[in-house]
């Protein structure tokens, strides 16, 4: 068995299409489709069904596809303990990440990578909270920006404290408090978000008892901004989502304070890849100068 193989199938799954899978790899089309046909005949069933709607994994599929994507970080890792040994910097390091992470953070985070470590390529991919932490237990990304405490029992480390505030449109009459109420928010029109970051919304509104009046539920946070600028109602945001906001919108802080926690899962800190341990003290390194870094964790730096 081959481990061009295995990225070939674990690329078409990520893809969804033979053509991209092929494209990307630099193989041709019949390339992909035959790397996948040998790999199930020596499994001895099938990994994909093709139809109309295009590509999926089927069962069998589906129970091996982390195992082979376990088996492709290792031969990574190998690749760069090798290059390490012989005084070189190779790698491909995958990241998951979500939005507000990749608009604050990774800029000048990977601009210092790049800088540091010239020859390490990243592959981000950016999900809602679930995803991510799906792709580290599946093993399609190295390590993820995850809020925490994460679902599954990963290894994590925490980074940073964003704090929840209420966001109102300027002419709203509590625009000009210093601080909103619960009660208060009880009472007025709510836009509530529908995508991964809801937990921290929902958990902020049910540790206080509040039942809020929703009129809108939407799933992105520009969508979300852009309502609560034209009047629509009120809602409550990790202050990283609302740090660039236009003046028709004020955040204001909450009566009690709250947060998320925002920090780094893995797998399986001692396994990590030379280039994830880089990146890590990379993001920390950046956090820190930046004022950003929350928390003394130097002990689980590389």
Known sequence: MSISKYEVFSSVVELGSLTRAA??????????????????????????TRD???????????????????????????????????????????????????AQWLPGILKQFHNEHPTIEIKLLEGDYDEIEAWIGNFSVDFGFVPLPTAKSFEVVPLKKDRILCILPNSHPLSRENTISFEQIKEAPFIMAKWGGDEDIRRTLHEN??????????????????????????????????????QSIRAVALERAHYRTIGIAVHSRKNLSPAAGKFI????????DQNLLDFDTQGWWF
């Open 23 to 48: 494209e990307m790899l630099n193989l041709t089309q019949s390339g992909v489709s035959h790397a996948i046909s040998s790999l199930e005949n020596e499994f001895g069933f099938m990994l994909l």
């Open 52 to 102: 109309r709607s295009g590509i999926s994994l089927t069962p069998n599929g589906e129970r091996v596809l982390r195992h082979i994507r376990e088996v492709l970080q290792w031969d990574e890792r190998l690749r760069q303990e090798v290059a390490a040994i012989n005084g070189l910097e190779v790698g491909m390091l995958r990241i998951g990440t979500f939005t507000s992470v990749s």
């Open 209 to 246: 008892h509040v039942t809020p009046k929703i009129r809108y539920e939407v799933a992105e946070n520009e969508a979300i901004l852009a309502m609560v600028g034209n009047g629509l109602g009120i809602s409550i945001l990790p202050e990283m989502v609302i740090s660039r906001t236009d």
């Open 281 to 288: 003290n990379c993001a920390r390194s950046w956090l820190s």
